[in-house]
């Protein structure tokens, strides 16, 4: 499984930017995705899951009203919308998936992650 991350950038505080994730090696539409994020010095943590119909979604509360997370599987790609960006959502930004069909989206972003993808990096300035 290959996961490639795109869309990072510099922004300013209260601006927006939008993440994609394009998923190859296995039937994408089969499974949970996620976003993660890891500031410096900090452990990653999640930011939000999406099912793999994307009818269900999970997002930690510190983005909840601010990010979408949706996915084209058509397309292979996951995608996280960011939108009044604050300095702290600085980080290095990673999507992710199990290896399970079965993981749910809870599942995904408290234990379930079994690939990484390479991360982008979002700088938001005050």
């Known amino acids: 499984v290959q996961l490639q991350a795109s869309g990072g950038g510099l922004v300013q505080a209260g601006g927006s930017l939008k993440l994609s994730c394009l998923a190859s090696g296995r039937t994408f539409s089969s499974y949970v995705m996620g976003w993660f994020r890891q500031?410096?010095?900090?452990?990653?943590?999640?930011?939000?899951?999406?099912?793999?119909?994307?009818?269900?979604?999970?997002?930690?509360?510190?983005?909840?009203?601010?990010?979408t997370?949706?996915?084209?599987n058509a397309k292979n790609t996951v995608y996280l919308q960011m939108n009044n960006l604050k300095p702290e959502?600085?980080?290095?930004?990673?999507c992710a998936t199990g290896r399970s069909p079965r993981t749910s989206v809870?599942?995904?972003?408290?234990?379930?992650?079994?690939y990484w993808g390479k991360g982008t990096q979002v700088t938001v300035s005050s």
Do not use: C, M, N, Q
């Open 39 to 67: 500031a410096p010095g900090k452990e990653r943590e999640f930011v939000a899951t999406i099912s793999w119909g994307g009818g269900s979604t999970y997002y930690v509360d510190s983005v909840k009203g601010r990010f």
């Open 69 to 72: 997370i949706s996915r084209d």
């Open 89 to 94: 959502d600085t980080a290095v930004y990673y």
């Open 106 to 114: 809870v599942e995904l972003a408290h234990s379930g992650v079994d």
